[in-house]
């Protein structure tokens, strides 16, 4: 956790002297919402309000620095242990660089460190191909927590000793519930912006090597060790845009961790041929093939534009897929969005995946949007377990405004 908020600190201060020499663009959203959630048999009326800052900045025409913090509070009800109150976190979501590099033949190179975002593979919902944070966002890999917490709930004074000292070594558990949980399955249903965002510190480099192929060298050390080991995590892939009628671009590499006693490859696809789409495939070698990790991950999606008299109309289907092979496992994914104006949508999802501790989950989600301008919005939405509502149902309402 030291070496977390020193790296933090420093990332940040980099990354503020940077910004003090460029020219800075500044900007955010602020989020207001109230609803009704029914998390692991816990009902409650609860209210939140998040607030996101950035700072992007031209330090030169080709170095550009980014920041991003998050400050994210959450009113907890009261139970039978402790009081009601709220609870809060501040993240830092993104402090990296980035600079393009001059490459032979007129190429540019790609340079970028810091705490960022890394998308590898193919599919927004399932990826075979993300070996860097998971295939499965209802099934994400372990991470260590990097934000800083804070809460005005306490534990009830008349409780036994035995029960007080228990409730606080569970104390992240007990009062992150809530925050937790809805997380894992309310992403925004009006859009898909939210699914793909992760970010983890990494030194990335690449390099184009033709017109069509593109290799990339990624480090992630051991600062989160839950996700990258106390060895940190290394890898490449190549990337060939080929632009034929049916294959558009395809990719392919592997991330190597424990000292290279795992390693994990995948090969990717993505074209068009009526419905763009992407099939991503990956496997893991741990001394010998894993059996239970070999993944295949497949995604379908339409836009069909519906021209009226005095505006046009936007529709979105998109459906896909999670497989593993050898154990008989599956997830399957869809979603459609529906435009009448262009201040207006209206969006439906549905999640059919197994969790971590085996059970299958029906996830049914409901959303709507109206934008009053391009800077301030109403939403409203609502997501439920459909095996089991009281274990996952979650209705909210809110209002969000950028600036």
Known sequence: MVIKKIVSIVAVFVVAISV???????????????????????????????TLAKLDAN?????????????????????????????????????????????????????????QPVSWGYGLFYNAGDLIFGSDPVNQKQRADTSFSFTSVKIKSNLSDEIKKLLLENSNSS???????????????????????????????????????????????????????????????????????VIENMEGGFISSDKMNTNELYLALDGTIFFDYNICSSVKFEDEFVKDEWQISTSLCKNFTIRGDTQEQTLMIRAESLIKPLENDFGIFGFLSYSPTETTSFAFS???????????????????????NTNFSFNFQGMANLVNPQKATLITAGVSCKF
Request: hydrophobic fraction near 40%.
């Open 20 to 50: 003090s020499f460029a020219q800075v663009r500044p900007g955010g959203k602020i989020s207001f919402s109230s609803g009704y959630a029914s998390l692991e048999e816990n009902k409650f009326w609860y209210s939140s309000a998040e």
């Open 59 to 115: 330090v030169s025409s080709s170095v550009k620095a980014y920041l991003e913090s998050t400050c994210s509070i959450l009113s907890v009800p009261e139970t039978d242990y402790t009081t009601a109150g709220f609870a809060g976190t501040v993240t830092l979501s993104k402090a990296y660089v980035k600079a393009r590099l001059p490459w032979f033949n007129g190429f540019s190179a790609r340079m970028n460190a810091g705490k």
């Open 175 to 245: 009062l992150n519930f809530s925050n937790q949980n809805m997380s894992s399955f309310s992403f925004s249903s009006s859009s898909l912006s939210d699914l793909r965002i992760t970010s983890d510190w990494a030194f990335c480099f690449a390099a184009p090597i033709s017109k069509i192929i593109t290799i990339e060298a990624i480090v992630l050390p051991p600062i989160d060790s839950a996700l990258n080991g106390s060895f940190g995590r290394f890898g490449s892939r190549a990337q060939f845009k080929i632009d034929s009628v």
């Open 350 to 372: 549905y999640i059919n995946s197994k969790t971590s501790e085996d059970e299958r989950v029906h996830y049914l989600g409901i959303s709507s949007e109206w934008k009053m």
